[in-house]
């Protein structure tokens, strides 16, 4: 197991380093000059110059690459163009912010979408199995933005009930430790800005989990069906075994893989397709981040924030791969 895991971290580097070179030229493609756009348009074109020179964005594309990298190697992510602070230490409250969202997020969608795939495969062809699997369509074509809004109209504006935009109350501000404000709050002991930052959470994270529970109750019913036909499910149930330990004991542990590969690319796909979610809501997470360095053309920012998530979305599968042989002994590697 650690020399599969050694290789494959190994593995990883062409990945990451080709991810660099693609983000690298892709965003240089984008229209517009960053010297330009952060002096005005009523910039004199000696003083555009000066600010490229200064920026190093006069150099040629392989002299801003090579340095690119060698800050990389040495743990540097750079500076922001915009704001001209340490990249390394301004993304870190952005990456939580988004972490915190898609891990509660995660959590919905897990803790629904597999019980309802559950009780969908051992009630098949019930009103229970026809009503989640229909509503599992609804929730992977419907497009987040429009139930973002509802939610805010329905629960922000109409009843009242829970907050719309931010992470808390601009009027009792959480004391950032980890930034992880849930943690953040519980640490601190203060169980009023807990529940105000529980409750921040809840419309963005309803409206994030949708699609992934959908697919992961898809799935898990899938899987389960397919389980739940073999011969050593129908001994387990000759040997007088209830229905609830048949199911949740011996079919779910071996349904569970391809469950959990949807699980580790959703997570994935979370961290980094938030922007919706974060836009509407108002979430200060790194989507959002990157967003607004585009709008800059804050290069920097943007190579260094894709490269954060990529390197987050291949680690999660790596882990993923790593818990098949935790969960199934019939997998080794070697």
């Known amino acids: 197991m650690f020399a599969y895991t050694i290789r494959r971290l190994f593995m990883l580097i062409p990945v990451l380093v080709g991810m660099t070179i693609l983000v690298f030229f892709m965003i240089r493609a984008i229209p517009g000059d960053p010297a330009q756009i952060i002096l005005g348009q009523k910039a004199t074109p000696e003083a555009i110059a000066e600010l490229n020179h200064k920026l190093g964005l006069d150099q040629p594309w392989y002299v801003q ?7 990389l190697l040495q743990g540097d992510l750079g500076n922001s163009i915009r704001t001209s602070s340490e990249i390394s230490k301004e993304i870190w409250p952005y990456l939580a912010a988004t972490f915190e969202l898609a891990l509660f997020a995660m959590i ?19 009103w229970f199995d026809y009503t989640a699997m229909v ?23 109409k009843l009242e009930l829970l907050p719309t935009t931010g992470r808390e109350t601009i009027r009792n501000p959480v004391e950032a430790i980890t930034h992880l404000y849930l943690l953040d709050t519980l640490i601190q002991g203060k169980m009023d800005q807990f529940i105000d930052v529980f409750k921040h959470l809840l419309l963005p994270g309803v ?24 011969d050593y499910i ?3 149930r000759a040997k007088g075994l209830s229905n609830f330990w048949v199911v949740y004991k011996h079919s ?8 959990l590969t949807v699980i580790g690319l959703q997570m994935g796909l979370l961290l980094g397709g938030a922007i919706l979610t974060e836009t509407i809501f108002g ?7 990157i967003y607004d360095a585009i709008g800059f053309r804050d290069y920097p920012v943007i190579q ?11 680690m999660i599968n790596l882990v993923v791969d790593l818990l098949y042989a935790a969960i199934d002994p019939r997998i080794k590697y070697n």
């Open 65 to 71: 690459y090579v340095d690119y990298m060698k800050g």
């Open 304 to 314: 260094s924030g894709i490269l954060v998530i990529a390197t987050i979305f291949v």
């Open 135 to 157: 509503l599992a369509l609804i929730g992977v074509s419907m497009p987040i933005f429009w139930l973002g809004l509802m939610e805010q109209w329905i629960f922000g504006i």
């Open 283 to 289: 979430w200060p997470g790194i989507g959002r981040y």
């Open 252 to 259: 779910l542990k071996n349904a569970v893989i391809p469950v």
């Open 234 to 236: 129908r001994t387990a």
């Open 108 to 126: 919905i969608a897990i803790v629904i979408g597999v019980n309802a795939g559950i009780i969908s495969a051992w009630f098949q062809n019930s």
């Open 207 to 230: 409206a994030l989990a949708t699609i992934p529970m959908a697919i992961i109750a898809r799935m898990t019913r899938s899987s389960m069906l397919e389980v739940m036909r073999s």
